[in-house]
């Protein structure tokens, strides 16, 4: 033995080689059952908070296209109970009773089949008979043109508290914000920016809720936002059987019609344009409403110019140059023309006719580059410009044949 060595306990010095395996990483459904040991003591409002921010964490880490991130959280939360007997399985799965879903069956089934003896919280209630709570009263905070709209939906049950939605229309709706708590500053920064609109009706407000957290699910994947996700499950449950699924049916023509020469008997004269071009480009305008706007034909605000003048009509329309240099000319009567309709004041009409000022000469840039057109909008300009026939449904095959054989072409030189 060296001298080094001598005295020192067998081993101490030499690296040691541990033969156990690597540590596991946690489970998602590890942190909930950790989570879960502090809602024995917690209200039931605390428990349904607590279980949707564990569903909306299993949402928001989906892969894109999974359905079943929520589903099988709660299957491996049921295993845990039935087959480990862990009591802070259980109080998870009581806190999901709350707010059940597709997988309530599974949940109900295994409380019920509970080992004798085992802990249930103060809070929890028959999971069989458990129905959405119901606001008593609604508040809906929004601007001038209701293309922002927060939604306070007042509750007593299971304790005073408020749910607030805030949500968008432009574009498409979108909810931004879902928030549980307390009404004291629910509104923050929008206060100053947004009006009270007196007699809200609650089934109405919960429809339009139910209607937006189905379209933020499926046009704005994936969403990750804490600010959405965490509260997401809760806001399904308290609107739950109240979307209305309801399907899109265009104006009719008798009244685009109607709307289209009152427009031009109000603003045709002062527009100092040919009949045809005013006709057209409101014929154009009640097309993008129509099919864009939430509102409906009549609905515009600031940022809907914005997405009609820089993109869709691009995209989507043939105009010929006369007609397209005129757009902004008329669509600024029109923004007045159609908002003084929905009896909007001057002061709230003057913003929307402002942003068309705004994004004149962004307009005519685009126009004239032509590079934003849509392949439905390059190949009818193709249709014109070489005289076809509409009706001769061989000469427009043809054109839409040439148009693909250039797109292919193209994509093999890129390549």
Do not use: C
């Amino acid at each position: 033995m060296s001298p080094k060595s001598r005295g020192r306990p067998k081993g101490r010095g030499r690296p040691r080689h541990h033969s156990g395996s690597p540590a596991r990483q946690l489970s998602q459904a590890d942190h909930v059952l950790r989570d879960a040991r502090a809602l024995e003591a917690a209200t039931r409002l605390d428990a349904q908070a607590a279980a949707s921010a564990w569903l909306g964490e299993a949402w928001a880490k989906r892969s894109m296209g999974e359905r079943g991130a929520e589903a099988a959280l709660v299957t491996q939360l049921v295993g845990a109970a039935r087959r480990r007997g862990k009591p802070t399985a259980y109080l998870a799965l009581h806190a999901l009773a709350t707010i059940p879903g597709e997988w309530r069956e599974e949940v109900l089934s295994t409380l019920a089949e509970a080992p004798e003896g085992t802990p249930a919280p103060g809070w929890t209630t028959d999971p069989v008979a458990t129905q959405p709570e119901r606001p008593i009263r609604v508040e809906l905070w929004r601007d001038p043109w209701g293309s922002v709209r927060v939604y306070l939906m007042h509750y007593t049950e299971p304790a005073e508290h408020v749910l607030l939605v805030s949500l968008s229309t432009v574009g498409g709706v979108m909810i931004h914000t879902l928030e549980v708590g307390s009404e004291l500053d629910a509104l923050g920064e929008q206060a100053d920016e947004l009006i009270l609109q007196d007699d809200v009706d609650i089934d109405e407000a919960l429809a339009v809720v139910a209607d937006a957290l189905w379209q933020t699910d499926m046009y704005w994947p994936p969403q990750d936002d804490p600010d959405y996700v965490l509260t997401r499950a809760l806001a399904h449950w308290r609107t739950s059987g109240h979307r209305t699924e309801s399907d899109w049916e265009p104006l009719p023509d008798d009244e685009r019609q109607a709307l289209i020469e009152a427009f031009a008997a109000e603003h045709g004269e002062a527009l100092a344009l040919d009949p045809s071009i005013v006709e057209v480009a409101a014929d154009t305008f009640i097309d993008f409403g129509d099919g864009y706007l939430h509102g409906g034909v009549l609905a515009w605000n600031p940022g809907e110019v914005e997405r009609f003048l820089l993109d869709w009509v691009h995209r989507k329309v043939v105009l010929d140059g006369e007609a397209a240099v005129a757009v902004p000319d008329v669509l600024r009567a029109w923004v007045v023309f159609a908002l003084g309709r929905k009896g909007l004041a001057d002061e709230d009409i003057a913003p929307v006719v402002a942003a068309v000022d705004e994004l004149h000469d962004d307009y005519l840039d685009e126009a004239a580059d032509g590079s934003d057109h849509g392949p439905g909008a390059e190949i009818m300009a193709r249709i014109l410009a070489g005289g076809v026939d509409l009706e001769d449904s061989d000469a427009v095959g043809r054109v839409i044949g040439a148009y693909n054989a250039e797109q292919n072409a193209r994509r093999l030189l890129d390549g």
